[in-house]
């Protein structure tokens, strides 16, 4: 009996053994395992004691020191609600999210600039790097695309050219008052030249900024007066523009210068925006005696344009502009300026005037209306209006004052900086411009203390606006594609 229970006594200790063993291989596979998961999401020794001495006031001034290493090694460091953060090492603030998510794409974004390339190269193969890079393809997928432009449907609705004027401005061409009763060279009491802008509803901020600076109504030089009025269309997106309609009573009512149809107001309407003002003009203004018509994003010099228009006659054929030749239709599909064959099967477009900006008389105004009702509607505006004067037997005269694709830089001055008030003084439309810049430009312009006289070197003009257009229609050159159509 006494041996039998030192046996039993022996038996039990050794599964007690076994059993301790075996917890303690348990424990310690646990233990790899959290090491492996720790070590696969990122969280080195480095981040960790860089977090251990964030904390204390001498960890941030040797952090201050090298702040440059550190930033690299750690670029995201939760910081502690109770200290300031640290500038040189730029802690993250409370708002931001774990370093864990932070740090992967600042691996990607900046890999050669790490100072461990060793540390680089293995967490390139977490589990972290790989998730990150899903996101990344998403990015760089190209945005969808607008559908193809419906030219056969165009073709059967080219017919409904009619549409209500929605905003009228009846009386914007009626010149009262003894000042403006004496126009130069004309009859009494008629307009002397009328401004029509191109634009959109939601385009206010550039319809300020032209009615403040060179679209300014009111009497001019020689005693000259001068109305401007806007081209404007529905939106065809309204929720872009909430309460765009009262937008459009309320300009109206305040400056008295809208001209809204019931059309939408998309690229390839603006033909019937044309074929509408030039309607408008042959009954609501049809003595004005010259019409400037342009885009709203263009710099206008006013002043040189009526100098050039002296010794015009109104009752004369009159068309200047930045005047295109030879010009080919583009067949290519991704361009917005693209027109199929069964659309337009010619070689060339006949000459036409760029539509950043051009100058025609009242009399010309009034024969076009008549010939662009007999001409089919065509989507590109400005190829339209060329066939329209084509039509008429009206060659358009280029002017270089006009430059509808702005100014190129010399290539012998390659520095010369050509957004330059010296510039842009002897030039009537200047294209592609922004709101800030027309307004800088203008108050360059009209600054007492502009000088243009009393440089260094003698500026090489590419031109001189007050050449007769007669001279200036006779430099025609050959417009390429890339030169009409890209830069447009």
Request: aromatic share 10%; hydrophobic share 35%; with cysteine.
């Amino acid at each position: 009996m006494p041996r039998k229970m030192v046996t039993i006594r022996r038996i039990l200790h050794v599964k007690r053994d076994v059993l301790c063993t075996t917890l303690l291989l348990v424990l310690f596979c646990l233990l790899l395992y959290a090491h492996q998961v720790v070590l696969s999401s990122g969280w080195d020794m480095p981040v960790w004691k860089l977090e251990i001495h964030g904390s204390t006031s001498s960890s941030r001034t040797l952090l201050g020191a090298s702040g440059a290493k550190a930033g690299q090694e750690s670029p995201a460091i939760p910081s502690s609600p109770s200290e300031p953060q640290l500038p040189p090492c730029k802690l993250q603030s409370k708002s931001q999210p774990p370093l864990s998510k932070l740090k992967p794409p600042q691996l990607k974004s900046k890999p050669s600039h790490s100072k461990s390339k060793q540390q680089v190269k293995s967490k390139g193969k977490s589990k972290s790097q790989r998730k990150n890079a899903v996101p990344t393809k998403t990015a760089g997928k190209p945005l969808p695309t607008m559908p193809p432009f419906d030219f056969e449907g165009y073709l059967r609705e080219k017919d409904n050219r009619n549409f209500r004027l929605l905003i009228d401005q009846p009386d914007k061409c009626h010149i009262g008052g003894a000042e403006e009763q004496e126009g130069e060279g004309g009859n009494q009491g008629s307009l002397y030249m009328l401004i029509a802008v191109k634009s959109i509803p939601a385009d206010f901020d550039k319809r300020q900024v032209v009615r403040r600076t060179w679209g300014k109504e009111g009497l001019f030089q020689n005693g000259v007066s001068i109305r401007t009025v806007f081209l404007l269309g529905v939106p065809r997106n309204r929720t872009a523009l909430p309460l765009w309609d009262r937008l459009m009573i309320y300009e109206s009512q305040t400056f008295r210068d809208i001209l809204l149809w019931d059309f939408e107001d998309t690229f390839f309407n603006l033909t019937l925006k044309e074929t509408h003002f030039l309607k408008w003009v042959n009954s609501s203004c049809p003595d004005v005696k010259f019409i400037f018509k342009g885009d709203a994003d263009v710099y206008v010099n006013v002043e040189n344009i009526l100098e050039m228009l002296q010794g015009q006659k109104p009752d004369k054929d009159l068309f200047v502009g930045d005047i295109i030749i030879h010009a080919k239709p583009i067949r290519r599909r991704s361009s917005k300026y693209y027109v199929p064959e069964f659309v337009y099967g010619g070689g060339l477009y006949p000459n036409y005037a760029g539509g950043g900006g051009f100058v025609m008389s009242g009399h010309t105004a009034r024969r076009l209306s008549s010939a662009c009702q007999q001409v089919e509607l065509f989507p590109i505006d400005d190829v339209f209006l060329g066939m329209c004067l084509q039509l008429i037997g009206v060659k358009p005269s280029r002017h270089q004052g006009f430059r509808t694709f702005g100014i190129p830089r010399p290539s012998a001055a390659p520095h010369l900086q050509t957004f330059d008030p010296c510039f842009y003084r002897e030039l009537m439309v200047v294209h592609s411009l922004s709101v800030p810049q027309i307004w800088l430009m203008w108050n360059l312009l009209h600054d007492p203390s502009l000088n243009c006289h009393n440089r260094t070197s003698q500026t090489p003009w590419p031109f001189k606006w007050k050449d007769k257009m007669g001279e200036t229609a006779g430099e025609e050159k050959d417009y390429g594609e890339k030169q009409v159509f890209i830069r447009h």
